[in-house]
């Protein structure tokens, strides 16, 4: 018996301890913890790595060493996180905070002095652990919006020694949450064409019926065969309206679990497979993700768990199951979806099929396809699904499919372009048509001989584009020939309003000086604590280029005491 105890004991208590350290990682910011983003959340082909701290609607605020460590990297860069920096800690995790508007004094000058001597405001570099140390409570940044940062916030992360993103609240970091989840949508997929649901041998939207408890029903539905099921659905925390990630959604068919998704740690390599876990035609399509409750081939994400029969449940003939859908935040507040289903054989009538388009996909093959002056190619397992492709060349512009199914590699988009004049063909790129008006945008292109190419991650239409004028600059905050004493910084805009810019430089008095871009305003800004320029007389050189070789000069003369 007392063997039996002794069992009990390290279940109930050795089992239910954290793996992960608690109380050593403070907060980073000495605001309460507000989110505009969760761990793992779905975004635009990747899960979130970590959470999105609010900064009260502004910049500037002071950001805390999560632990001692050191700085083992900083990374700036025009888009992405913007402004970043890790800090390694003694125990092997490292903690991540990025979208910064400044480093404190230390390491700002280290990083600047960095950037001087590459003359290059991009930049990634590795301290040595003597370097840059770094005590706990220590403030080692301010709060930005730089990089593809949406508005104002503190992107937090807390990585292990295999720098695999971990949910920093797995850690003790508490955010204040009361709510359930919602649901917005449910959806069932017939598996193949012997399977039905209500009669529909393709996917169907349910009809969710909210209960008083804050649960669902889903109206009672006949079904047959290997069905799927699909939910949208969100998360709110108390002290915020945004819409967040869950946590964990777990399937039981008949009182039997047999699918578990928990969003605690991913690896950044698996992290594509987002688009296979979604619905991927209808995010296209509707903007709505759709997580679907079972895996397909190719789907290899670790968060998967306790999956039986691929997620599919089996209904038979003259049966009653049901189906239910648990769905849980962070803080343990949950949301059930309960779906009877009656089993019964689909009604025979005639089956539809669509006129398929005359190319055929091998998924596992690579392939090539060809037309007049343009060829794409597709390496090996670019495609998770083989399936019949829409492929054709109308004078310069390619119809490849729709973009409604995920890509897990480059293709290659070639264009012969021998016909055109020298000097048309400098001013050539592949661009990828959006919207109603068919906006062409920029796909990085390059040139050999008389080819184009482009490698991208998604089909669509494409075309080819001409840029013939030069970037713009124009002065913000100065005028040639004025005074500027008083001033802190220069401010310029520039912009180019086909191929986007590629490449800027500044000096001033023949000296380059670090100018920050920042591509949502279309600024860039020297700051004179750089202490670069000490004449009274000087002479401003800024040349910008765009990414097909177009570029424009401006230069001022200022004076300075």
Not at 62 to 69: L, R, S, T
Not at 350 to 366: G, I, K, S, T
Request: aromatic share 14%; with cysteine; glycine share 6%.
């Amino acid at each position: 018996m007392k063997y039996l105890y002794l069992i009990l004991f390290i279940c109930q208590f050795g089992f239910s301890q954290s793996p992960y350290p608690q109380d050593y990682f403070r907060n980073p910011l000495d605001v309460t913890l507000v989110l505009s983003g969760t761990f793992a959340e779905l975004r635009s082909n990747h899960f979130h790595s970590g959470l999105d701290l609010k900064t009260q609607q502004r910049t500037g605020l002071d950001i805390f060493a999560a632990a001692e460590g050191y700085v083992s990297r900083i990374k700036i860069s025009h888009f992405g996180y913007g402004k970043a920096l890790y800090i390694t800690h003694p125990n092997g995790y490292v903690t991540v905070y990025a979208h910064l508007k400044q480093f404190a004094p230390a390491i700002e000058k280290y990083i600047k002095a960095k950037q001087y001597e590459q003359e290059s405001y991009e930049i990634e570099v590795f301290p040595t652990p003597e370097e840059l140390p770094i005590t706990k409570d220590q403030i080692v940044a301010l709060s930005g919006n730089s990089g593809s940062s949406g508005g104002p916030h503190l992107h937090f992360e807390i990585r292990d020694n295999e720098e695999r993103p971990i949910n920093p609240m797995l850690f003790g970091i508490d955010i204040k949450d009361t709510k359930q989840p919602v649901v917005k949508a449910i959806y069932a997929y017939p598996k193949n064409r012997t399977s039905h649901v209500n009669d529909v041998k393709t996917r169907k939207e349910l009809r969710l019926i909210p209960n008083k408890n804050g649960d669902y029903s889903v109206e009672p539905i006949e079904a047959f065969g290997d069905i799927g099921f699909g939910v949208v659905s969100y998360d709110q925390q108390d002290l915020a309206h945004n819409k967040n990630g869950v946590s964990n959604i777990q399937t039981f068919f008949n009182g039997n679990k047999n699918f578990e998704m928990d969003f605690k740690r991913f690896s950044f390599d698996e992290t594509k497979h987002l688009n296979r876990y979604i619905d991927f035609e209808i995010y296209k399509t509707e903007k709505s993700r759709v997580q679907k409750l079972f895996v397909q081939s190719g789907n290899t994400l670790s968060m998967l768990n306790d999956v039986t029969n691929n997620g599919y449940i089996r209904v038979e003939d003259s049966t009653a199951s049901v189906y239910k859908i648990r769905i849980r935040d962070f803080k343990g507040n949950e949301t059930w979806v309960n779906i009877p289903i009656q089993g019964k054989k689909a009604k025979e009538r005639l089956e539809h099929y669509e006129l398929q388009p005359n190319y055929y996909v091998q998924a596992d093959e690579p392939f090539r396809l060809e037309d007049k002056s343009v060829s794409v190619y597709f390496p090996k397992n670019t495609f998770y699904d083989n399936f019949y492709i829409d492929f054709a060349v109308s004078s310069d512009t390619l119809t490849l499919h729709k973009d409604v199914i995920p890509l897990m590699k480059n293709c290659t988009i070639s264009y012969n372009i021998e016909n055109y004049s020298e000097e048309d063909k400098s001013k050539l790129f592949i661009a990828k048509l959006y919207g109603y008006y068919k906006k062409p945008y920029y796909v990085n292109t390059t040139r050999q001989g008389n080819f184009l190419t482009a490698r991208t991650k998604s089909l669509g239409t494409f075309t080819l584009a001409s840029d013939t004028i030069s970037p713009t600059i124009k002065p913000l905050n100065f005028q040639d020939g004025k005074w500027l004493s008083k001033s802190k910084y220069l401010k310029l805009k520039i912009d180019d309003d086909l191929s986007g810019i590629s490449n800027y430089r500044a000096t001033i008095n023949g000296k380059w000086i670090l100018m920050e871009y920042d591509y949502k305003k279309d600024t860039l800004t020297y700051s004179f604590e750089d202490d670069v320029i000490s004449a009274t007389e000087n002479n401003l050189k800024v040349i910008v280029i765009d990414n097909i070789g177009n570029s424009s000069t401006f230069e001022a003369t200022f004076f300075r005491k």
